[in-house]
């Protein structure tokens, strides 16, 4: 079997998870009416600030996942969102919606994964672009 070019898996694993996160928020720009409403349902307190946290969240974390920059704590934050969202919209044990709440849960485990070993090479985070702030000596 054909090894594939270090940091590819890497590269498209992050763009699979990115683009679930980039399509939410872009459905979320298309139908905000909808999206708090069901918030509202839910019983969320303050839905407009809720509604412009959540689609930042996906919008940054998104673009943070796909170009691999600050992408373990892209992927954290967006692990905690995903299990709020799964918890609060989806909860199966009163709405049934056992398919819905296991795909979040599977999502939230991809986020896991890029958090625990890392953007690969074929990113920002990769190539040690991302500025580090150094202590200065004395």
């Not at 694993?13 to 979320?28: E, K, P, Q, T």
């Not at 919209?89 to 890029?114: A, E, M, T």
């Amino acid at each position: 079997m054909k090894k594939t070019a270090p940091g590819l898996s890497d590269l498209i694993a992050r763009l699979l998870l990115s683009g679930i996160f980039l399509l939410m928020a872009g459905d979320m720009l298309i139908h905000p009416e909808s999206v708090m409403e069901s918030m509202v349902e839910a019983g969320i307190p303050f839905v407009p600030a809720v509604f412009v946290i959540m689609l930042t969240l996906h919008i940054l974390g998104g673009l943070a996942l796909a170009l691999g920059y600050r992408t373990r704590t892209a992927a954290l934050i967006l692990f905690f969102s995903t299990i709020a969202v799964a918890f609060v919209f989806y909860p199966p044990w009163s709405s049934g919606n056992w398919d819905i709440f296991l795909i979040h849960l599977g999502i939230c485990g991809g986020l896991l994964l890029v958090h625990i070993h890392g953007p690969g090479t074929w990113s920002f985070d990769g190539r040690n672009m991302v500025p580090v702030k150094r202590r200065r000596s004395l």
